[in-house]
């Protein structure tokens, strides 16, 4: 089985770019998660949807950050305009909705930005 | 609301124990680990779900204290395959999943 699937898995961009990134849930999954990952803040969790439908979007960082779920197969991530210390791994993740379910990860989109 | 990890660090001889622990100021629903090798995504251990919960996964294991609002991961007789950033993460009531700081484990020949 095909596990979540992210894309770019690297980008660089400059200052003030707009950067999207792309992420595709485990077929049957209801539930996707966006990550991001530094040195400094270790894992944060910046938003979650659940059945398409977003959650808590409480760990978005600034209005910068955006994040929608069209359809059950594909969740986008945008920045605009994107900044340096937007650069970290962005990681996204699914699952079925249930307390205790696992959540799988995605490979990760590492973002460096100039 | 972030789990409070410790240590931060730890390094090991191989066949030596371990004990990472994970607390939380507010209610554990569940507690979820993971492992993390350098440059890969996390991947998932084990998930404890009801206080006093223990369980085992080859030669790591781990514990659940519902009441004290805290979970153990043990590691013994480690192997270089161990080594990694480990992660805890509180499980809410909805499904979501905020993860510790990690406490990253070296463990040498």
């Known amino acids: 089985d095909a596990g979540v699937i992210q894309s770019p898995r690297h980008e660089v961009t400059e200052m003030g770019q707009e950067v999207t990134l792309r992420c595709k849930p485990i077929s049957g999954h209801n539930s996707l998660f966006w990550y991001r990952q530094t040195m400094m803040r270790g894992l944060e969790l910046l938003i979650y949807f659940n059945n398409n439908v977003p959650i808590d979007d409480s760990g978005m960082p600034e209005d910068r950050f955006s994040a929608k779920m069209p359809n059950a197969s594909f969740s986008t991530l945008k920045i605009q305009p994107s900044e340096p210390r937007d650069s970290a791994v962005y990681f996204c993740a699914s699952t079925r909705q249930q307390t205790g379910n696992t959540i799988y990860f995605g490979e990760g989109s590492w973002l460096t930005v100039v | 609301q972030q789990p409070v990890q410790s240590p931060q660090a730890v390094i090991l001889r191989e066949g030596e124990d371990a004990v990472i622990n994970c607390s939380s100021s507010k209610a554990l629903y569940s507690v979820h680990w993971y492992r993390q090798k350098h440059g890969e995504a996390p991947v998932f251990l084990m998930i404890?779900?009801?206080?006093?919960e223990q369980k085992g996964h080859e030669k790591i294991s781990a514990s659940f204290n519902e009441k004290k609002q805290q979970s153990s991961l043990y590691l013994t007789a480690s192997q270089l395959s161990y080594s990694g950033t480990y992660f805890c993460?509180?499980?809410?009531?909805?499904?979501?999943?905020?993860f510790g700081k990690g406490t990253k484990l070296s463990v040498k020949p």
């Open positions: 993460g509180k499980g809410g009531s909805q499904g979501n999943l905020i």
């Open positions: 404890l779900l009801k206080g006093g």
